[in-house]
């Protein structure tokens, strides 16, 4: 798992966990172990008490020569929560019949100097639970560990439980959400502790169908490819695979070869009532198979039972080149097996179990190389398929529409074309059309308002008289006369 060395983000997880944590203390289905058995922490009176190693983070920057307020406020300060639950005992009395310890644990050394973080291994997580105070009284105690850098493999054998005391631990995964390990027989429990909501859950399958949305036209994506990426229960991804194909028209989730897969029913256009009508995925198989051979007209129908037929093939594929992988590393493992090898008895017997190898990988190629044949020809079909579909879903002019249409766009045009001349020519007879009378009273009222203008510039120049400018003589001095150039006088210019 590729950990962040951001302290931002460390501290951001601290605080998303302490906050669901403070949800969960008033949620009945947290039940955990009591002096009277498995009990919802609401059936008992609850004593929280919060606390953090503020101080210790203060301390250890300061020894490291870090004192950086700013990063010390994004850094994790390893906040923890402790609840006691009592009941009354003898009216005045009270008794504590169980608790429960929720601790955060962050790589604080790693994040002030800079390095990658590394998860909690065994030893990590057996002294920090041997650093804790022994339950008093002996009252079962559950111990939530939070590590905002994970675990490593090893670590997570640490969960267990014991009649008293029982650890599960807690850490961020690779697929953006958290991961809950504990007992098998408190899954339920460990599982509470996941802070990430349910839509928040769907948010990532959704997007994780989006970036995989290429492998909906060939061999689609399937529940449990799904949920090895998003690292989420099988149900649920197949919950919201029926989801996503009820929002998105054109697309179906079926169970295919035990496998639940969305996957597009052919590239044609659908219908409104294409899914009443054809019924692709409704339909039982021999009525498929009969609507598809007996009845040709129904293109829809041969569509959706082809590219279920498609998708299956593809799953089949894709199944095979796994085993084609497995069966490559295998040998590779021979290989070194063959080669680490110091007796004869051994090189043969790894030499047996390689020529069996290689027949399998031979079968196992011819088995691809027949479904990749099926593949192509049932891709080609439904292909031909999707092309007369289009062609009848464009519902296409034939030629004498066109040409109808063609000379009725002429005649309209023509008859615009002399709308447009006749108004023109009436747009430039309004304009002209004067009596001789008024034209010569219009030619009369332009002479005026031409002649006045220049007449008020003409006394607007007459009354400002400009200064008279007086301007000395300005003397130049000719430059030396050189050898490529006879000299030459000049006269002053007055200005």
């Known amino acids: 798992m590729k950990i962040s060395n951001d302290p931002l983000v460390h501290r951001q997880r601290e605080q998303q966990i ?33 606390s953090d190693r503020a101080a210790d983070l203060k301390r250890m920057m300061t020894e490291m020569q870090r004192p950086d307020r700013e990063l010390q406020n994004q850094m994790p300060i390893g906040e923890s929560l402790e ?9 005045v009395l009270t008794e504590t019949v169980g608790r429960m310890r929720v601790i955060c644990v962050s790589p604080t050394r ?36 939070v590590s905002t850098s994970g675990f490593t493999v090893e670590a997570h054998e640490v969960a267990d439980r014991r009649a008293e005391r029982t650890v599960i631990l807690v850490e961020p995964n690779d697929a953006g959400g958290w991961t809950a390990t504990g007992p098998v027989e408190t899954k339920a429990l460990a599982d509470l502790f996941d802070p990430e909501a349910e839509e928040q859950k769907r948010n990532r399958i959704r997007q994780q169908i989006e970036q995989d949305k290429s492998e909906l036209v060939s061999s689609g994506i399937a529940a449990d490819k799904l949920a090895a990426r998003t690292l989420l229960p099988v149900q649920a991804i197949e919950v919201e695979l029926k989801e996503y194909a009820k929002d998105n028209p054109g697309l179906i989730a079926k169970r295919l070869d035990g496998r639940m897969v969305l996957f ?36 829809e129908k041969k569509i959706a039972f082809l590219s279920e037929r498609r998708t299956a093939l593809c799953q089949q594929r894709d199944r095979a080149y796994e085993d084609m992988a497995a069966l490559e590393q295998q040998e590779g493992a021979l290989k070194r097996q063959f080669q680490e090898a110091t007796g004869a008895i051994t090189k043969r ?27 192509d020809v049932v891709s080609t079909h439904l292909h031909n398929l999707e092309l007369v579909q289009q062609g009848q879903t464009a519902k296409l002019p034939d030629t ?91 006269e002053a210019e007055a200005g």
């Open 349 to 375: 017997r790894v030499t047996t179990q390689l020529v069996q190898l290689r027949k399998d990988v031979e079968r196992r190629q011819q088995l691809l190389s027949v479904l990749n044949q099926q593949v």
């Open 18 to 50: 302490m906050q669901h944590v403070e949800k969960l203390l008033n949620d009945d289905r947290l039940r955990i172990d009591t002096t009277h058995g498995r009990r919802s922490v609401t059936a008992f009176v609850r004593d929280v008490s919060r």
């Open 264 to 299: 597009r029913e052919g590239s044609a256009p659908i219908s409104s009532t294409r899914s009443a009508e054809a019924g692709g995925s409704d339909m039982p198989l021999l009525e498929r198979v009969k609507a598809l051979f007996a009845r040709k007209g129904e293109n």
């Open 110 to 145: 790693s994040l002030l100097r800079g390095d990658e973080p590394a998860p909690m291994d065994t030893s990590d997580v057996q002294k920090l639970l041997a650093a804790m105070p022994p339950s008093l009284g002996g009252v079962p105690i559950t111990v939530v560990i």
């Open 400 to 490: 004498d529409e066109i040409t109808a249409d063609a000379v009725k766009a002429e005649e309209m045009l023509a008859e615009l074309q002399a709308d447009a001349e006749l108004t023109g020519s009436l747009g430039r007879t309004a304009t002209s059309g004067m009596t001789e009378e008024e034209k010569a009273l219009y030619d009369e009222l332009e002479r005026e308002a031409g002649a006045k203008p220049q007449a008020a510039e003409l006394t607007i120049e007459q009354s400002v008289e400009p200064a008279p400018v007086h301007h000395e003589p300005i003397k130049t001095v000719s430059p030396e006369p050189t050898a490529s150039a006879p000299p030459r006088q000049r």
């Open 83 to 91: 609840m006691a639950l009592t009941q009354k005992k003898m009216i």
